[in-house]
């Protein structure tokens, strides 16, 4: 069975603050995505991650896949108040893209 | 992920009850994925439909779940006699099948009293 742990599960930080969100897993992915929800929303996705080591920017978020398919992180740069949410990786094991493995999540939330 | 249109929002049940859920997927899409999200947990795959076929329910409890997508019409999740462990967020997510992008929908909320 395929795990993904994503950590850490809760962070609050103050505006202006960098920060990290991890995702490991023990098997190697086909791909790797990261999404951010909304309460009440669903899931949207931020980026997808498909090559060992590739490293993916969107605006201030950095998202970097391990070599060994892994492992990824996201990276926060001067975290806004709109940044607040809950981020979550998603793996793919396979050739089918759409069953994902979700990681637990992270609620991120920024203080003004 | 605007055009995955799920219905209804929110649904209350009572314990025994059965639980609809509609999922019309994006125009022009013909896969359909369902995951279920407990409170404070990921998002759990349920299962993978394309029109008319099942193609893969390895996530789904063995009684009470049923899916289905038929030729005509939205897909359905099914929960007959739902308990109280079943409260949950309900996400549909569709797709063209050319390793393109997943879409959500905005998801169906069961609460079971």
């Known amino acids: 069975t395929q795990l993904l742990e994503q950590s850490p599960q809760f962070l609050s930080i103050q505006e202006g603050e960098n920060l990290t969100v991890y995702c490991n897993s023990s098997?190697?992915?086909?791909?790797l995505q990261w999404y951010r929800q909304e309460p009440g929303e669903g899931p949207v996705l931020l980026v997808t991650?498909?090559?060992?080591?590739e490293v993916k920017k969107l605006k201030r978020l950095t998202f970097q896949f391990g070599d060994a398919r892994k492992d990824s992180s996201l990276h926060i740069t001067a975290a806004q108040p709109g940044d607040t949410g809950l981020y979550l990786c998603?793996?793919?094991?396979?050739?089918?893209?759409?069953?994902?493995?979700f990681g637990q999540g992270t609620t991120l939330q920024v203080k003004p | 992920n605007a055009g995955v249109m799920q219905n209804p929002r929110h649904l209350v049940r009572r314990r025994g009850q059965e639980a609809r859920l509609r999922c019309s997927p994006m125009?022009?899409?013909?896969?359909v994925y369902w995951y279920r999200q407990l409170p404070e947990e990921g998002l759990k795959f349920m299962v993978y439909?394309?029109?008319?076929?099942?193609?893969?329910e390895s996530g789904m409890p063995k009684e009470r779940f049923s899916a289905e997508f038929p030729k005509e019409g939205p897909s359905i999740l099914r929960i007959q006699q739902v308990v109280r462990g079943d409260s949950a967020a309900y996400f549909c997510?569709?797709?063209?099948?050319?390793?393109?992008?997943?879409?959500f929908g905005e998801g169906s909320r069961l609460t079971v009293l």
């Open positions: 098997s190697v992915f086909s791909s």
């Open positions: 439909l394309q029109k008319e076929n099942i193609i893969d």
């Open positions: 998603a793996g793919v094991f396979g050739s089918n893209t759409g069953k994902l493995i």
């Open positions: 991650v498909v090559t060992g080591g």
């Open positions: 997510a569709s797709y063209t099948g050319n390793a393109g992008e997943l879409f």
């Open positions: 125009k022009g899409h013909s896969h």
